[in-house]
């Protein structure tokens, strides 16, 4: 089992839909928990931190973590074409300072 | 502006050359790495430096290597020993220590091509 998965997609959505994005993983220890988006040849920018579990709202985006479940989610909100990136879950157990990246999902918002 | 910078964004070579990608920050950061992304298979760690003159190596440092002279700096020279180059390479920093949250600043990327 792969530490970390994340489903690739493709994900198409018409403009302002509910967009959910997830990831599970299986190293119990992780406890910071990150999602990246990455737009086309650019390099990925952080999008959401949360530490342990429980929800973290901004704006149109909330990061859920269920440490029992070893499950992350992304939720975006009436969701825009410029949404449309590859949206990278990352963790880590802190201390080492090394995140581990699921292999991202890409998600096109279409007018 | 603050950031990172990455150079070439380009770049061809031939098999059996080494080649060099530039990484300079002026964030004031003392942690740095290097990534490789690949089509489907997300972001995976080269090297890493969390201090001038010291560096770790990642999950993949086979064929790679690096230098980290200057706390601004930390170029990763790709090696003929690389069995698959071709690939786009991203340079990050952060802060290091109790401070870390997570976060990575990533700069452009470099996208090397061997032919």
């Known amino acids: 089992q792969k530490e970390v998965e994340q489903d690739p997609g493709p994900l198409s959505v018409p403009e302002g839909a509910i967009v959910s994005l997830n990831c599970t993983y299986s190293n119990s220890a992780f406890q910071y928990f990150m999602w990246y988006r990455q737009y086309s040849r650019k390099g990925p920018e952080l999008l959401m931190y949360?530490?342990?579990?429980g929800n973290k709202e901004d704006g149109r985006f909330t990061a859920q973590v269920d440490k029992s479940s070893k499950y992350i989610s992304l939720f975006i909100r009436d969701s825009q074409p410029s949404d449309s990136a590859t949206y990278l879950c990352a963790m880590s157990a802190g201390g080492s300072e090394k995140l581990v990246f699921g292999k991202g999902t890409k998600l096109t918002v279409n007018p | 502006d603050g950031g990172i910078t990455q150079s070439p964004k380009y770049l061809f070579r031939k098999e059996g050359q080494n080649v060099t990608l530039s990484c300079e920050q002026n964030?004031?950061?003392?942690?740095m790495y290097w990534y490789r992304q690949d089509p489907g298979q997300g972001l995976r760690l080269i090297y890493y430096?969390?201090?001038?003159?010291?560096?770790q190596k990642g999950d993949i440092a086979e064929g790679y290597s690096v230098s980290r002279e200057k706390k601004e700096s930390f170029p990763l020279t790709v090696t003929s020993a690389q069995k698959n180059p071709t690939a786009f390479y991203l340079c990050?920093?952060?802060?290091?220590?109790?401070?870390?949250?997570?976060?990575?600043?990533f700069g452009e990327g470099s996208r090397l091509t061997v032919l």
């Open positions: 990050a920093s952060s802060i290091a220590g109790g401070g870390w949250t997570g976060e990575l600043f």
């Open positions: 430096s969390q201090i001038v003159n010291d560096f």
């Open positions: 949360t530490y342990s579990s």
């Open positions: 964030l004031n950061h003392d942690a």
